[in-house]
Nanobody, 123 residues
Framework: QVQLVESGGGLVQPGGSLRLSCVVS????????IGWFRQAPGKEREGVSC????????YYRDFAKGRFTISRDNTKNTVYLQMNSLKPEDTALYYC????????????????WGKGTLVTVSS
């Protein structure tokens, strides 16, 4: 059983930054690739970014490239999503998730989900 707990969401003005954290309860975090997803009101959940189990490979959706950075610290069992230059359209509930060794941004490939942290971008 793997548990994921997100934190770091909140209200931020357009152009601002937030860093989301995902603490993963697993016997060996370095066996798990971790992804970030989001779901905006009235929209389907979508992948944002993922990082391989070793941290050597990272992937981003086009809307996240150049603004978001995913990273991990396996010694702290934590994965981060640094979000800069935030826009109102980034407003969503952000989830971290894992498909075990699969670095995925597809919901269908996820085995475990966190409960999410809310990001609101508004002036």
């Amino acid at each position: 059983q793997v548990q994921l707990v997100e934190s770091g969401g909140g209200l931020v003005q357009p152009g601002g930054s937030l860093r989301l954290s995902c603490v993963v309860s697993a016997s060996t975090l370095d066996s798990y690739a971790i992804g970030w997803f989001r779901q905006a009101p009235g929209k389907e959940r979508e992948g944002v970014s993922c990082i391989s189990s070793s941290g050597t490979s990272t992937y981003y959706r086009d809307f996240a490239k150049g603004r978001f950075t995913i990273s991990r610290d396996n010694t702290k069992n934590t994965v981060y999503l640094q979000m800069n230059s935030l826009k109102p359209e980034d407003t969503a509930l952000y989830y971290c998730a894992t498909g075990h060794r699969i670095c995925t941004m597809r919901s269908s490939q996820v085995d475990y989900w966190g409960k999410g942290t809310l990001v609101t971008v508004s002036s």
